[in-house]
Structure formats: C-alpha cells, structure tokens
C-alpha cells in the first residue's frame, strides 16, 4: 500500500506558494466588485490543473455567473471509477479592514502557536482548491481513478451555477464527489459532514390602524401591532427555548458535536448566558430544527414617538432537519402563524425561499474509502457532523450525478474564521487534506476494481 506522507510534506513547499499566489488575489463575485480579480483567479486555477496534468482544462461560461473552471482526466481504466473533485475560487468580501490584523489580500503568516496563514478565502475555499492540486501533484497528474474537477467562482455570492449540472448530466457523471468547501469539527479532527439542514424564509406582518395614534389618547383600546406581532413571536419556541412549531422533524444526533465550551467560544457567547433548548448540541444544531428572527420592522428607539404602532413586519429564517421536505417544513411554520389570533388579530404570513437540505447516503464503498482515507491523513477515526449552513450546488451534482455518494470533507476547520475578520488556514490541516484526498482515490479505486456496483446503481456512466 502506497503512503503519500513523504510525497506530500515533500510537495507543501510548492503549495503553499500557489496558495498564497492564489490568496492575494481579491476575487470577490459580488455586485460592485471589480471583474478583474475574479478572471485572474480563475485562469490562475487553471493554469495550476494544466501544470499538474490535467489533460483537458475547459473554461465555462454561463449566463450570470462568474467562469467556472472545469477538467477531466479520463479513467486510467474502463473499469476504474470517476471522483468529481469540487472547490471555489471566489471568496467574501473583506469586510471592515480595520478588524484585520493583517491586510486580507496579503498572506500573512500566523504569530506564535499555530502555523499557518490569515487571508480572506485563504481557507474558504482556496485552500481547498489547494488540496485537490496536491493530491493531482502527488500523483503526478495520473490519479488511479477518473478525475473531473471542478472549481467554481462565485459560490459565496449565489450563482446560476447551482441549477446547471443537471442540464448538462453527461458533464457531470461519475461514481463519487468530494465537495471539498468545509472542514474539520476542530484542528486535527479528521470530519466527515453527512448532513446538511435546509433552509426557509418567512416574512410575517400586521397591520392593525391606518397611521399612528397618539398612545395617551388611543393606547390600551386600539390595536398595537408591535405587541401583535410580538406576541406570535413569542409562540415559536417553548420556555426552554426549543422550537414549538409542531411537526418539524427533530431526531437524536447520534454524531460527535462540539463541546459546551467550544461552542461558547465558538459563537461567542457572553459570560453567564445560558445556551438555549434541550438535548444534545448536535441535535440542536444538526438534526432539530431552529428559527430565527433576522429582521424587524418597527419604530427605531432613536425615533420613538408616543403612539401607538400600526405596523410591523419580521423575516424569519427557518433552519430544518436534512431529509424534511423544504415546502413543507416552510408550510408547518406558515400554518403555525396563520392559525395565531394574537388579541383577536390575524397575521398577513408571506412564504419566501427554501433551500433544501441534504443527507449523505453512508455506507458505499466511497463512504468508507473516505472513512480510511481520513484516518491515514490525521491518524485518528473521523467523526461525523452534520453543518447548519447549506451548499446549494451539492443538491445540483447530487441530481445531475443520481448513483454518486457525495464526500463532504476538506481543509478548512471551524476555528478559521470564515466569512469573518482574520480568516486562517493551518498547514497541518492543509497537508493532512492533501493526505486523505490521496489516500481515498488508491482506496476507493482499490474498493471499486472488487465491485463495480456503485457505477451501474446509478446509471451515470
Ligand atoms: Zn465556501
């Protein structure tokens, strides 16, 4: 059995150089954003794949979004299966440089402790991108599997992207993915993500008087729809803090989540605050349901006038168990509103966007490739975890590619301060990445010669 521990610390040198190249660019695909930086990233991406011996680099263009960089290495085999390889380029927008300790688009070496770089996207997701090009280099361009890779550019944004793989199915084909845009529960857990939770928004508003009036002349009769609307609010969660929507799936989650503490620290939770709900943290996190209010309309305190609120209006974002149907974990929280009378008032309740959620089928020969190959890389078991955030392409492949088993794991980890101030990635993480991507192609090729099931289940050849 071949061991890449030597090949890899050997190659690190090298990538970590285009890593930094890579990370100084500022390719943000937002509005408002110059192109430039965003075309520069990608030809940069895909002059790496063509050095590393991608023999077929394509660029894609489509309509409303940024290019998408596409290769393939063919099967060295009929028999052999094909991994699509997943990253993105493009990266958040720095937000307030003041926060940074470093500028975000100049790679920065970390202080002290740890080792490894703070750039903005330097973990989300370049040194992703990263990865799948060790483990091209490792092998010198010639993997024991078919490759298709894929890199994207304007993931963070939302991209027309999402719905075209299954347009164009053929493209897309193969026996596994590794949807490499996350990382490790924490640094030196190898983690496999199995879960997604799926998304819904709702807008809920009342309208209870044609203007404001006058809170001494008309208040304690007239209809306050603040205290209206508040007062449905107030019904979403029990006294524990638990969601009271009934009929929102919630189950046991029987994977690691993080400790108490690490979860404090991790959302930064203030000294003597309680967490809230019951049951374990993954099972409020992964596997159970959460709302959330991320917008009110009301009078600001700044400009409060003594009157009584004829309107009001929330967005609430609801986050549901992976295998709930989207519309109908939207439609239990919609009934729930429009069944509520607070003093007597109905609620106008709006459905906005879902997004499903996912589940990793576990189990293939994929599956446990992976499971070995991430122990080869950190030398311990992987833990399984299932993240609140959703990626929308991976619905996408998975449709486009229905046999596939969907491999979440990669190089970045939940201390790295994605989307936030002082985004960092550690080269150990990075190396022991590049590591396990080697190791799953020999496994899984390995796994694949003994039983060509996976291909013929799916009928995606
Ligand atoms: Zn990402």
Same mark, same amino acid.
């Given at each position: 059995m071949r061991s890449f521990e030597a090949t890899v610390d050997g190659l690190m040198g090298g990538l970590r150089a285009d890593l930094e190249r890579l990370a100084a660019i500022p390719s943000i695909a937002f509005p %408002? @954003?110059?192109?430039g930086p965003v075309e520069e990233a990608h030809d940069l991406v895909a002059g790496l794949l063509r050095d590393a011996g991608v023999p077929h680099v394509e660029r894609l263009d489509l309509p409303d979004t940024a290019p998408v960089v596409y290769g393939e290495i063919p099967p060295p085999s009929p028999d052999a299966p094909t991994v699509l390889l997943y990253g993105h380029y493009d990266v958040q927008p720095p937000g307030d440089a003041a926060l940074w300790r470093s500028p975000p688009f100049e790679p920065t070496p970390l202080d002290a402790a740890e080792s490894g770089l703070r750039a903005r996207g330097i973990a989300d997701d370049k040194s992703n991108v990263i990865a799948h090009l060790g483990m091209l280099r490792a092998y010198e361009g010639r993997p024991p599997v078919g490759v298709k890779i894929v890199v994207e550019g304007q993931e963070e944004y939302g !991209?027309? @992207?999402? %719905?075209?793989p299954p347009t164009d199915p053929e493209r897309f084909a193969c026996d596994a993915m590794v949807i490499a845009d996350l990382g490790n529960l924490r640094p030196g857990t190898p983690t496999l993500t199995t879960g997604l939770r799926g998304a819904a928004e709702v807008t809920v508003e009342v309208r209870t008087l044609d203007e404001p009036r006058h809170s001494g002349e008309f208040g304690g009769a007239a209809p306050d729809a603040l205290l209206v609307l508040l007062k449905a609010l107030a019904t979403l969660h029990d006294v524990h803090g638990d969601v009271a929507v009934e009929g929102l799936r919630r189950e046991e989650w029987d994977g690691t989540a993080y400790t108490e503490e690490e979860f404090r620290s991790l959302a930064g939770v203030r000294e003597g605050m309680p967490l809230v709900g019951s049951g374990s943290l993954g099972e409020r996190l992964w596997s159970g349901p959460a709302i959330t209010v991320i917008g009110l309309d009301a009078p600001s305190v700044e400009h409060a006038a003594s009157a009584v609120v004829p309107y009001a209006r929330a967005k609430l974002n609801l986050r549901f168990h992976p295998r709930q149907d989207p519309q109908e974990a939207r439609g239990l929280l919609v009934d729930h509103l429009r069944a509520?009378?607070? @003093?007597g008032v109905p609620l106008t309740v709006t459905p906005g966007d879902t997004g499903p959620g996912f589940e990793a089928t576990t189990g293939g020969p994929a599956y446990r490739a992976a499971l070995a190959a991430l122990r080869e890389g950190w030398g311990q078991e992987a833990s399984y975890v299932a993240t609140g %955030? !959703?990626?929308?392409l991976v619905n996408g492949l998975a449709k486009a590619a229905p046999g596939a088993e969907v491999l979440l794991f990669g190089a970045q980890d939940s201390m790295c301060n994605l989307h936030a101030p002082n985004e960092r990635v550690l080269f150990s993480e990075l190396r022991n990445t590049v590591v396990a991507l080697c190791a799953f192609v020999r496994e899984y090729a390995d796994a694949f010669d003994r039983s060509t099931a996976g291909r013929t289940q799916g009928g995606t050849a």
């Open positions: %408002g @954003f110059p192109a !991209s027309a @992207f999402d %719905g075209y509520l009378r607070p @003093f %955030g !959703s990626i929308p």
